[in-house]
């Protein structure tokens, strides 16, 4: 195994002559959002202190985070928000177009397709698919339902990179292969299903449900905190009454 596939395997990506740990990346999209929204605020400059009090998130994660990408800071003076931004942006490769089709015009489908602000991230919807003849031939905010005959000729002509897949688990896979054979390189995966693709080929999984089971684990921890306190401080309680 060549030293850069290692790296890869231990989630780790190299980036020109850098590498940036997949951790890192998973934090970057936050960041640029919180910077588009001081930039939109008109702040020039911010200090790692200033940033991490907005994000809840320690000044010195902030610092080796941006310090992966090299010295967007100068001590004492802050980060420039503009360049920062800029910066980050293009290493998400949001600076660029990236066509995109969505399998699946269901419920979750017309909510993407509806949904404007991924076009000012430069995801252009360029068209959606499904198999029921009810919803082919509908526009949903601009974009027409088509048939999945289309699909190959479609993704060629469009020039597409990537898809989102809002179809049921059974009937991923068959339209993954069908995606990754008309040459799209990145897949949106909605449906609960693992696919196997090419090296080649990037996937990245989202699931609501996994979300709501972190969120549902953090407020049963809180509340069964909150009970053994109760519960302490009740023992403690009778236990002076009991002195007395
Ligand atoms: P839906 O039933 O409203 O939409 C599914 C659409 O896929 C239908 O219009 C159907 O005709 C179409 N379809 C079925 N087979 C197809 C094929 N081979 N090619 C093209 N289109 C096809 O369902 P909904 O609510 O939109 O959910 C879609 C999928 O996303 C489901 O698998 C659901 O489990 C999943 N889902 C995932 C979430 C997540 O967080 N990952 C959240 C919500 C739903």
């Known amino acids: 195994m060549n030293n850069k596939v290692a790296k890869e395997k231990k989630g780790v990506f190299p980036m020109e002559e850098r590498e940036i740990s997949r951790a890192v990346i998973t934090r970057l999209p936050r960041y640029y959002r919180y910077l588009g929204e001081l930039l939109e605020g008109g702040v020039e400059r911010i200090s790692s202190n200033e940033l991490s009090v907005r994000m809840r998130v320690t000044a ?12 967007f800071g100068q001590q004492g003076y802050g980060y420039n928000v503009k360049y920062l931004y800029t910066e980050i942006g293009k290493i998400l490769g949001i600076d660029r177009q990236h066509n995109l089709v969505i399998i699946g015009a269901g419920n979750l489908g017309q909510a993407i397709a509806n949904y404007a602000n991924f076009e000012k991230r430069g ?17 949903v905010r601009g974009i027409e339902i088509r048939g999945v005959d289309d699909l190959e000729q479609f993704i060629e002509e469009n020039d597409v990179q990537m898809a989102a897949l809002t179809i049921p688990k059974t009937k991923a896979p068959e339209i993954a292969d069908r995606l990754v054979d008309a040459g799209i390189k990145a897949i949106w995966n909605f449906a609960h299903v693992d696919l196997n693709v090419p090296d080649d080929v990037v996937v990245e999984n ?39």
């Open 123 to 139: 995801f252009i919807i360029k068209g959606m698919f499904d198999i029921n003849p009810r919803l082919i031939g509908l526009v």
């Open 206 to 244: 989202v699931h609501l449900s996994e979300s709501l089971m972190r969120l549902s684990y953090r407020v049963c921890s809180m509340q069964d905190q909150e009970e053994k306190k109760k519960a302490k401080e009740e023992k403690q309680e009778k236990g002076r009454e009991r002195r007395f």
């Open 60 to 71: 010195s994660q902030i610092r080796q985070d941006l310090n992966n990408f090299g010295g």
